[in-house]
Every structure is written in structure tokens, then in C-alpha cells.
């Protein structure tokens, strides 16, 4: 099945502790990016990826890094959470190029820092 | 810089009527598309319907349709005989020319009563 994996789903961690949210598609699509969605805000985009090494950032990438050093996983590293970002998180994907239709969404990433 | 305004926070319809999801865009790219998702309680980002900026017919997709006015850059979805199962958060969102962005808009949330 095509699809988009996050994990975890459900995370709570404590302010300054390193946490890596991973993502991955098995659909082979270039095109890769993070968002959050906070309430009466909307989605957000935090960092996308256009291909394997080329990452660039979005409207909110403060505190967050990206790696893509596969095709496939694009994950997301805090290094030192903090409570503002607590937060739903959705990797997304899509093939270059192919706007109809082609942004797959994970299920999510419930975020909380305390 | 691309934005998105959805200025319906919430909306209530009853069971088998069509309601009327507004949207309306800014951006100084000719090529664009444009999408609406939905967000049930569960939290998944599920795709709706898409336009693009050169389509000259409104898209359908079953019980979708997109009122796409380009030179009121406005793209309103339309559910038509609406079902409780679309009570849910939608959103719009707009792809820019260079497929590396997705904005999204605030969202609006549907209420569909018996």
C-alpha cells in the first residue's frame, strides 16, 4: 500500500531532550516536506525537500532540523524542544512535478513538550 | 508570498442540504493549483478535490465541486446533500509554480446536524 509513515504518533518528552520524528513513503516520490498544525492556525510548513541532500526551509523552521540523505525518510529532529512546539505534525510527499492529487499526508504526530 | 483566507471559522448545516466552504487566494504566480482537504476528529489529511490555475472547468469529485473564479481569486468548495460523516475541519491550500510549497489556510469547520 502507498503510503506515508510517521512515527510515533504520540509523543510527550520534556523541555531540552533530543527527539527525532521519523518519516518515510514508499512511493519513490522526490518530493518530501514537514508541517505543523496548530489550533486557529492551520498547517504551517516547517522544512521541505526537493530531492535526495537538497533541503530547504519553510515559513516556521526555527528550532527544527531535516535530513534527507535517502529518497525515502525525511526525518524531523528537535534537538532542544521546547513547549511552544507542541504541536500535530504531518510529513507529506509527493512525485516532482505532479500537483493533482499528489501530496500523500502521514497520519500525524501528536507533539507534547512540558 | 503566497496566502490563503478562509474566513469562515465554522459552519452548520443540516443533513442532505449543500453548503458552501469559502476560500479565497493571493499570489502573483500564473501557475498555481489548488486543493481542499478534510480533517475528520481522527486527524488524517484526507484530499478532496484539486484545481489548477490553466483549468478552465470547475472540478468534481462526486458529491465535490470546486467554484473556482479566477479573477476573484476565489476557489469555494461545495458539498453537495451533505452527510453527518462530513462533519469534519477542512482546509484550502494553494501549490505554488514551483511545486515546492503548500499553503494552507485556517480551516473551517463543518457541522452537519440530522
Known amino acids: 500500500e502507498a503510503q506515508v509513515t510517521q512515527n510515533p504518533r504520540y509523543l510527550i518528552t520534556v523541555t531540552g531532550k533530543k527527539l527525532t520524528v521519523t518519516c518515510s513513503q514508499n512511493?519513490?516520490?522526490?518530493?518530501m516536506s514537514w508541517y505543523r498544525q496548530d489550533p486557529g492556525l492551520g498547517l504551517r510548513q516547517i522544512y521541505y525537500?526537493?530531492?535526495?541532500?537538497?533541503?530547504d526551509k519553510g515559513d516556521v523552521p526555527e528550532g527544527y532540523k531535516v535530513s534527507r540523505k535517502e529518497k525515502r525518510n525525511f526525518p524531523l529532529i528537535l534537538e532542544s524542544p521546547s513547549p511552544n512546539q507542541t504541536s500535530l505534525y504531518f510529513c507529506?510527499?509527493?512525485?516532482?512535478?505532479?500537483?493533482?492529487?499528489?501530496?500523500?499526508f502521514g497520519s500525524g504526530t501528536r507533539l507534547t513538550v512540558v | 508570498a503566497q496566502k490563503i483566507t478562509q474566513t469562515q471559522p465554522g459552519m452548520f448545516v443540516q443533513e442532505k442540504e449543500a453548503v458552501t466552504l469559502d476560500c479565497t487566494y493571493d499570489?502573483?504566480?500564473?501557475?498555481?493549483?489548488l486543493f481542499w482537504y478534510k480533517q475528520p476528529s481522527s486527524g488524517e489529511m484526507i484530499f478532496l478535490i484539486y484545481?489548477?490555475?490553466?483549468?478552465?472547468q470547475n472540478a468534481t469529485e462526486g458529491r465535490y465541486s470546486l467554484n473556482f473564479q479566477k479573477a476573484r481569486k476565489s476557489a469555494n468548495l461545495v458539498i453537495s446533500a451533505s452527510q453527518l460523516g462530513d462533519s469534519a475541519m477542512y482546509f484550502c491550500?494553494?501549490?505554488?509554480?514551483?511545486?515546492?510549497?503548500?499553503?494552507f489556510g485556517k480551516g473551517t469547520m463543518l457541522l452537519v446536524s440530522p
Open positions: 507529506a510527499s509527493s512525485l516532482s512535478g505532479q500537483g493533482v492529487r499528489g501530496y500523500t
Open positions: 512511493m519513490n516520490h522526490e518530493y
Open positions: 525537500s526537493m530531492n535526495v541532500e537538497v533541503t
Open positions: 499570489t502573483s504566480d500564473p501557475s498555481y493549483g
Open positions: 484545481q489548477g490555475s490553466y483549468d478552465q
Open positions: 491550500a494553494m501549490r505554488d509554480s514551483g511545486y515546492s510549497t503548500l499553503t
